[in-house]
């Protein structure tokens, strides 16, 4: 298999289905609803972590890569996740953090007794002057450095506290990382995320930044990091055709992107890069408001997308994860307009060159909750950002309006399965609450609802048209204040599709060829083709038009 013609589901398992009424969810509760899951299409299920963890960082902070949580069930769960998944053919993806490990697993609890061959599996250095050993910060806030026990030196954490960076430049930790991977590919397992991979190559002095430079420069990409994955690669995933990997690549560059998703490097499969939503971060800053920059966002997707086609890379295509709030929210209207924004928005993706994710409950066409008090969010980013902007002097209204929109727990809010109580999500108390199940959930969807059928018809086109798995990219109309639009070519056939981002019709002049061209989809169910070279597009309306219309030997 390819993973140009794949589509992967994203599920963040505390938050899917509640089997048990604990509140969170678990394994079990994946099984049931694997029928969902199947229904969509989509080849593999990408898990967020539910390894043995205290779940500082929710699951980003493990403290067993071999063990299950038990909050989140057994191995034996497990195994029958996988299997059930499989008798469906879809495969499963895990969530491999091994940037870090939390300060409770084993390696660090020894580390802090004072086994040297453990110390030498972190980043622990003594402190210069009673100050920490270099000014990095943690991209959760404050120093990244924090007390190793009471030896008086530091240990590295670029996130959490609790969550120690490990030295990839020992040989020990590269051996016991690989043997983490192939576990799992003993398992069943074929698809693995990888964390914040590409910070693994940090040099080994750790260098301050500059001053006033930024200090990501100084740890992200490191020289290393291709050779690790290299030799990771060589001794678990590399050999296997059926393996699909995928890099969290934070703060990187399109360069940088190509090395590790060209196949000739045997590094990735593809990689996740998040520049697209940064455009409504006013100066580079998360924690701020900002109407989001159309033309930027559409340069980013626009060159990304060309750049990694130049240097035979392959990115995967997402609006949404489990770190960013709805981008039905960001990017469009989830209240006027909800239908015609969230197909429109899985339509750029789905349509384009790379491999789209799809995350729980976009497919539903799910929102940011509408929640009115700081009590209201869990996530350690979000709590210790509004304690930052409040110490800042900022007033607590403003401080809250900007969580409000960018908190990650946006995205994890229960899936909604039905308008019963708790979205149907849990018999018990859900551990972060839905707010607008009744309105939207997956029951009413079925029902009567249009998003996910759009969703299924968008993931089945890319399976039956090589054009849209394999086709080049190329943008067009870029400098339209409204419109996002692109051509796809394979052989013979040509795609345009144009998406209107915007509430007001807008109109865009299309190439001759196109007019009389075949609607391949479109959100408008009353779309026809173009009968001029002027098209009108109404507010969020998404449009594909594909010339020859009836090609030879490819069924539509
Ligand atoms: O996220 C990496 C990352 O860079 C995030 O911090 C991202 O920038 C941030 O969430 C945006 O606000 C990964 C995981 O996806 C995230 O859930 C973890 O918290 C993080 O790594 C640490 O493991």
Redesign the pocket.
């Known amino acids: 298999m390819s993973v140009h013609d794949m589509v992967i589901y994203q599920v963040y398992p505390k938050s899917f289905y509640d089997s048990t009424g604990s509140g969170v969810g678990d394994l079990r509760g994946v099984i049931e609803k694997v029928a969902h899951i199947a229904s969509l299409g989509v080849d593999m299920v990408w898990f ?1 972590p539910f390894f043995v963890s205290p779940q500082r ?2 699951g ?2 493990i403290a067993d890569y071999y063990a299950i949580d038990p909050a989140m069930g057994t191995m034996a769960d497990f195994e029958e996740l996988v299997a059930a998944l499989d008798a469906h053919g879809v495969g499963v993806m895990l ?1 491999m ?1 091994l ?2 490990t939390s300060t409770e697993h084993e390696w660090f609890r020894r580390a802090l007794a004072g086994e040297a061959a453990y110390q030498d599996f972190f980043f622990i250095r003594p402190g210069v002057d009673g100050h920490p050993p270099n000014n990095w910060v943690s ?2 806030g404050g120093s990244a450095w924090a007390p190793f026990g009471d030896t008086g030196d530091y240990y590295l954490h670029l ?2 506290v609790t ?1 120690a960076d490990v030295n990839w430049h020992n040989p020990r930790v590269r051996d016991e990382m690989a043997k983490v991977v192939e576990f799992w590919r003993g398992k069943g397992v074929r698809g693995f995320r990888f ?2 991979i590409n910070l693994i190559g940090k040099p080994a002095d750790l260098p301050s930044a500059p001053e006033g430079t930024d200090d990501r420069a100084m740890y992200t990409d490191g020289a290393s990091v291709h050779e690790y994955l290299r030799e990771l690669a060589a001794r678990s995933y590399g050999l296997d055709p059926d393996s699909v990997t995928v890099g ?1 690549m ?2 990187t560059s399109v360069e940088a992107c190509v090395q590790y998703s060209n196949p000739d490097n045997d590094e990735l499969s593809m990689v996740f890069n ?1 520049h697209h939503l940064k455009v409504d971060y006013r100066d580079g800053q ?1 924690w701020t408001l900002m109407p989001f920059d159309f033309a930027e966002l559409k340069r980013l997707l626009m060159d990304w997308a060309v750049r990694m086609q130049e240097g035979g890379g392959w990115n995967a295509l997402f609006w949404n ?4 709030p709805r981008a039905l929210d960001r990017f469009a209207d989830p209240v006027g307009h909800r239908y015609e924004s969230a197909t429109m928005l899985a339509t750029v993706i789905h349509l384009l060159r790379g491999t789209p994710y799809v995350y729980m409950g976009e497919e539903i066409g799910m929102t940011d909750p509408e929640y009115t008090a700081i009590g209201d969010y869990v996530d350690v ?1 979000a709590i210790n950002a509004y304690a930052a902007l409040v110490a800042s002097g900022m007033s607590d209204a403003d401080a809250f309006a900007i969580v409000h929109s ?1 908190a ?1 727990d946006n995205a994890r809010t229960p899936m909604q399965w039905s308008p019963e109580a708790h979205g149907g999500f849990t018999t018990g108390t859900p551990w972060l609450r839905p707010t607008n199940h009744e309105r939207i959930n997956v029951a009413d969807e079925e029902a009567s609802g249009r998003i996910l059928p759009y969703y299924r018809a968008l993931i089945r086109l890319r399976k039956t048209h090589p054009l849209i798995a394999e086709g080049t990219v190329e943008p067009f109309a870029l400098d339209h204040p409204s419109v996002l639009a692109y051509l796809r070519r394979h052989g013979e056939q040509q795609l345009l599709v144009l998406a209107n981002f915007y509430g007001e019709p807008t109109s865009l002049a299309i190439p001759d060829a196109f007019v009389g061209g075949e609607i391949l989809i479109a959100n408008d169910p009353s779309a026809e083709p173009p009968a001029s070279a002027e098209v009108l597009l109404r507010p969020y309306e998404a449009l594909a038009i594909r010339i020859p219309s009836q090609p030879q030997g490819e069924q539509s």
């Open positions: 967020n960082d929710n980003y902070d969530d953090v940037n870090h991209k959760f996130f959490d969550q964390d914040v969290e934070s703060s998040f998360k994860n489990h770190d960013q980013e960018k990650r």
